[in-house]
């Protein structure tokens, strides 16, 4: 389940890196960094290569809160510029709100001038179910890495990390930050959250829990199977799930209906 990667995938395509002679030294260097970073931390790295859509990860042995298996933990490379198999733990109200941060820094700063992009910094507080079974809040922030030589984004790089702050709260407290200016933008994602079905959508669902087929959904509302079949498509996409019955399960567990 990966609501907004459509969205995503469209600003990402604002950068498409073609013909350009990359320095991967620089790219070794990043992951020198992030090796010695976590050293420290004890979580977990992330770095994305828009270059080639693959990510580059280090997981710190004590990073039991990630709830990873022994062979995700272990895992350095990865075919996917999203880290699926941590995602897959993240509280399901937590990860569209971090799809909707990430969506909103990747919109505002791949328009910025390279220079200006690289001093923003976005950071949230999520629910990741540990190995446990239990959810725990763990410190995540996402920031731009490395620019292109032509000034397209590169290398970006994302971090987890155990909160010190256990407290339940709702909401993933999502800022974006000028890191050298010191300004800090609190970002209140509750309502987009709760409308990324539309009130129609939200209805078809509820009648498709209630068991009713696309021609009961229909005649109930007065709109032909068609409108009823492209709602529910609409759902599916917007929901990333493969089926009606996962769509129901992803929405209950969003809060969406």
Not at 72 to 98: C, F, G, N, T, W
Not at 158 to 185: K, N
Request: hydrophobic fraction near 40%; glycine fraction near 4%; charge should be negative.
């Amino acid at each position: 389940m990966d609501v907004l990667q459509k969205e995503i995938d469209e600003v990402y395509a604002m950068h498409s890196i073609v013909h350009e002679t990359l320095d991967y030294k620089k790219l070794e260097q990043h992951q020198l960094f992030i090796h010695s970073l976590i050293a420290i931390n004890g979580g977990c790295a992330v770095i994305s290569d828009l270059s080639n859509r693959k990510s580059y990860v280090t997981v710190h042995p004590w990073a039991h809160f990630l709830g990873l298996t022994f062979e995700e933990a272990s895992l350095q490379v990865i075919d996917s510029m999203d880290e699926d198999y941590i995602y897959r733990r993240i509280h399901p109200e937590d990860l569209v709100e971090k799809r909707l941060l990430e969506y909103k820094f990747f919109q505002k700063t791949f328009s910025m001038s390279p220079k200006e992009r690289l001093k923003y910094r976005g950071r949230c507080r999520l629910r990741i179910m540990n190995e446990n079974g239990e959810y725990q809040y763990v410190d995540n922030l996402v920031q731009i890495m490395e620019n292109t030589p032509a000034g397209n984004v590169w290398l970006i790089f994302c971090l987890y990390s155990l909160s010190a702050d256990q407290r339940p709260e709702s909401g993933i407290y999502a800022t974006i930050t000028h890191m050298e200016r010191g300004e800090v933008e609190m970002l209140f994602l509750l309502d987009e959250h709760r409308s990324i079905l539309s009130e129609r959508e939200k209805e078809i669902l509820r009648c498709i829990r209630k068991g009713l087929s696309s021609k009961e959904i229909a005649n109930f509302f007065c709109i032909s199977v068609n409108t009823v079949n492209r709602h529910r498509q609409n759902i599916l996409e917007k929901l990333s799930v493969g089926n009606s019955i996962e769509a129901c399960r992803a929405a209950e567990l969003m809060k969406l209906l």
